[in-house]
């Protein structure tokens, strides 16, 4: 029954070998039965079917002949006293409950912040490396030391997010990020462009986007071309030396509405403008006659265009003769020869015109003289002139106050 094995154990100084017994598979299989036997008296015992006499439980005496499967179910808790009633398996199921949900509260606690991490980091940063808490953390270092200059947690993103949505609406929801943020009230003004970005994005709001340009100019053949005096350098040294001009089309319910405006190259301000129910070289001239009257164009001034017909006129030609103007012209159906023109009228139809309808000539004249005067000039910043307001940066070169809108003189 039993099975002797041997082997032997090396050594530096001795070598010696070991017997040993190993009981063979039979063996195994009666003790494992009889200490299943054993394992059942007990069971019986426990349930009171069987009594112990020996001190060393050796002898048993049955008392009653009981399948085992009975004997298993008696031995249930359940079957144990009076049956509980019906509030006190409740109350066990709400006990049962509530101690699942300690077990399982470790699986939905939730990762704690960024700004916990960086508070924790802070108050250990005298015992541990911040390489290594940064490490074991999962956040950055960069942020952690970007998170102490800013000098405040982010326990405030909400009130940064109120802060760009209040400036992005009173823009009439047209800036973009970087505008958003020249107009951040103080306590934010410290806010990345990055960081205005994003919160724009989280909040779901962005600035007017650009649509596809149409072409609309359209040159006289028989008009003398002129020389391109401003070869795409679209800087000045001073206001009202430098000027560029263009005509637009604003589509309304009664017909066209045509816009011919002039801007400053130094300001960005729109110095002149003038509408009309009809695309004539009168529109152009009454534009020019405005900044004129005004103050914005300095004598031996250079004022830039298109090819289109109306700017290659006779009229126009005899007032800038008249006016000491000097006309410049892009070359033939090259539009970044007259890019600063093209992005404003551009800017106009995106943050205006192409977020509403025009039931009348009036209302659209009315939407243009409130986004000129109200709006672009003096509250819209660019990014040219350190993202000024156009009409401040005109007041400072004068040294003055800006003067006060007056009624234009618009074509017939």
């Known amino acids: 029954m039993l099975e002797a094995q041997s082997f032997r154990m090396h050594s530096s100084t001795t070598e010696r070998t070991v017997c040993y017994v190993q009981p063979s598979r039979q063996v195994h299989r009666r003790v494992q039965a009889r200490d299943r036997r ?20 050796q002898d048993r005496e049955q008392v009653g002949a009981e399948p085992p499967a009975r004997a298993c179910r008696r031995a249930r808790p359940q079957g144990r006293g009076p049956r509980a009633s019906r509030g006190e398996k409740a109350h066990t199921r709400a006990r049962d409950g509530e101690r699942l949900l300690e077990k399982s509260r470790g699986l939905l606690r939730q990762k704690p912040g960024v700004a916990a991490c960086y508070r924790m980091m802070l108050a250990e940063k005298a015992e541990f490396p911040v390489k290594m808490m940064a490490r074991v953390l999962g956040v950055s270092r960069s942020g952690f030391y970007s998170w102490l200059s800013n000098g405040c947690p982010r326990e405030n993103w909400s009130a940064e997010r109120e802060a760009v949505r209040r400036v992005w609406l009173e823009s009439d929801r047209r800036f973009g990020f970087r505008f958003v943020k020249c107009f951040l009230p103080g306590e934010f003004s410290g806010l990345t462009l ?19 340009r149409k072409r609309t100019t359209i040159p006289d053949p028989k008009a003398r071309p002129r020389p391109d005096l401003v070869r795409r350098d679209f800087t000045s040294p001073v206001p009202t030396c430098k000027l560029v001009g263009d005509i637009t089309y604003l589509r309304t319910g009664e017909g066209w509405l045509y816009l011919s405006t002039v801007i400053d190259l130094n300001t960005r301000m729109v110095v002149g403008w003038s509408l009309s129910e009809r695309m004539t070289a ?14 914005y164009v300095a004598g031996n001034a250079i004022f830039h265009a298109d090819r289109g017909a109306q700017y290659t006129s006779r009229l126009l030609a005899e007032w800038a003769r008249d006016n000491d103007v000097r006309l410049s012209c892009s070359r033939a159906g090259n539009c970044h020869d007259n890019a600063v023109a093209e992005s404003f009228l551009a800017t106009l139809k995106n943050e205006m015109y192409y977020r509403r309808s025009f039931p009348t000539r009036d209302s659209a004249k009315h939407a243009v003289v409130e986004f000129i005067e109200a709006y ?19 007041a400072a070169f004068f040294e003055r106050t800006e003067p006060k809108l007056e009624a234009m003189p618009m074509a017939a």
């Open 38 to 57: 054993l394992h059942h008296l007990d069971g019986q015992a426990d349930n009171g079917m069987l009594r112990r006499t020996g001190p060393e439980f």
């Open 282 to 295: 009168d529109i152009v001239v009454s534009a020019l006659a405005s900044a004129k009257s005004r103050g």
């Open 194 to 212: 990055y960081r205005v970005r994003k919160l724009m994005h989280e909040l779901g709001i962005r600035g007017c986007t650009p649509n596809a």
């Open 376 to 394: 672009y000039n003096r509250r819209r910043p660019r990014s040219t002139i350190g993202y000024k307001v156009p009409a401040e940066a005109m």
